[in-house]
């Protein structure tokens, strides 16, 4: 890791580099502390002190000054490594790593961060897990969850594809938060599984009193153990640290921007509840696939080239027609109420339709089902061949076109697909459960 070139600049001024002591004066307030290295996409106007009393300090460097007090040494991270036999008694769990908050290694001594997630990183934090189950546990990303692609989600795909043809009988992906949901939908798809797959993460880091990084882990381990060989979410419950509930990865949504029970079930109720790493109830009117009851398969061809577009009052056609031009092979519309855009905007659509481009409607209410039959600009749209999404979520329905697109393009085909349910994403009837709670 290294600064960028502005930061950069106003060190070498002053001829001070990571781990030196510093003073810097910022409008006649002094600052001193040791300088500590910083992660790549941080901004380029600051710099950290680590002081005196432990805490951490970012200063912006405009009209600032800095003084050389003593030269030291970069700190480095260094663990004696962990020597840990494999218990033949024990299930081989796999997890592999894409970033996030749940993943973050801090050096509280240094301040620095320690990017690598290692399996010796994973047992040191918690320890506890060793008594689950034997680990193999790989880097597969470092990024923050936003700059997640389709092509990730096939490499993670394959990477969880070749743990288990290696033996692992189940497998823990640990994942952002912020498009975790998008992640486990496009693995239910992908991927035909004999063994459980769990994507988890954390929404307070592992570094905070209420961090929510270990209960939602050792839940996963717990939930990649046992009998629902489906693609999962599992994360907290509630506020407390008791129980994570375990939702269907093409059912489950990101409702709240910090709770640690961010994560629901929509159109929905979760497979199951979790407590001490251990399935304490299954919900009977879930249905789920068995341990064992498929051979692993994959089919990860994806078309990029789809879009979410959201109505909205004022909204103009020319963004249809934008998508069009720009060579999208399809897009879905997250329309108001029962599945509607203004009428004015069904030309644009047509013309999509004619240049065999998908186009896919859901609802912005989040739960309940489209019907595009009740009112005639619904009626107006069905004409246009506009392919209903049922009760998914926008963002399941999204990821489904985009998996579909790399099935077949061939329109006909593709509306079949979405009209088939893969992998619990659409629902005979839409639970009112959470949404009435």
């Given at each position: 890791m290294s600064y960028k070139k502005l930061a950069k600049s106003f060190l070498d001024s002053a001829n001070v580099s990571i781990g030196d002591t510093v003073k810097v004066e910022k409008e006649e307030v002094f600052y001193e502390g040791i300088l500590l290295d910083r992660s790549e996409d941080a901004d380029d106007e600051y710099i950290v002190l680590k002081l005196d009393s432990g805490y951490n300090l970012g200063i912006n460097i405009l009209n600032a000054k800095i003084e050389l007090i003593k030269k030291g040494e970069k700190p480095k991270i260094q663990y004696d490594s962990l020597e840990i036999e494999k218990n033949s008694n024990k299930m081989d769990i796999s997890i592999i790593s894409t970033g996030g908050t749940v993943s973050s290694i801090i050096d509280y001594k240094t301040g620095a961060v320690h990017p690598a997630f290692t399996a010796d990183d994973l047992l040191r934090a918690n320890p506890e897990l060793l008594d689950l189950a034997n680990y193999e546990v790989k880097a597969l990303y470092n990024i923050l969850s936003e700059n997640m692609r389709p092509e990730y989600w096939i490499e993670a795909a394959n990477s969880i594809a070749n743990e288990i043809s290696n033996g692992a009988e189940g497998v823990v992906v640990a994942h952002g938060t912020d498009t975790m949901h998008y992640t486990s939908a496009a693995l239910s798809f992908i991927i035909d599984t004999p063994v459980p797959i769990v994507v988890t993460g954390a929404q307070r880091s592992s570094d905070r009193p209420s961090t929510d990084a270990y209960l939602n882990l050792f839940n996963s381990v717990g939930a990649a153990k046992s009998d629902i060989a489906d693609v999962t979410v599992c994360m907290h419950e509630g506020l407390d640290d008791n129980y994570c509930n375990l939702h269907k990865g093409t059912k489950v949504r990101k409702m709240h921007t910090s709770r640690r029970d961010t994560f629901r079930s929509i159109n929905s109720e979760p497979i199951a509840r979790l407590k001490d790493s251990k399935i304490v109830k299954i919900n009977s009117n879930i249905t789920y696939n068995k341990r064992n009851s498929k051979e692993l398969n994959l089919m990860d061809d994806l078309e990029s080239k789809t879009a979410i577009i959201k109505s909205f009052p004022?909204?103009?056609?020319?963004?249809?027609?934008?998508?069009?031009?720009?060579?999208?092979?399809?897009?879905?519309?997250?329309?108001?109420?029962?599945?509607?855009?203004?009428?004015?905007?069904?030309?644009?659509?047509?013309?999509?339709?004619?240049?065999?481009?998908?186009?896919?409607?859901?609802?912005?209410?989040?739960?309940?089902?489209?019907?595009?039959?009740?009112?005639?600009?619904g009626r107006k749209l069905i004409n246009a061949n506009v392919i209903s999404g049922g009760d998914m979520i926008p963002e399941v329905a999204y990821v489904k076109l985009c998996w579909a697109l790399g099935q077949s393009d061939d329109l006909k085909e593709v509306e079949k697909i979405m009209n088939t349910n893969i992998a619990g994403e659409l629902s005979e009837k839409s639970s009112l459960k959470h949404f009435l709670n």
């Open positions: 004022g909204i103009q056609s020319e963004i249809i027609d934008y998508h069009i031009d720009k060579g999208y092979k399809g897009m879905v519309i997250e329309g108001t109420g029962l599945g509607h855009t203004p009428d004015y905007m069904i030309d644009s659509i047509k013309r999509a339709n004619e240049e065999n481009i998908a186009v896919v409607m859901t609802s912005q209410c989040i739960y309940g089902k489209i019907n595009m039959n009740v009112y005639s600009t």
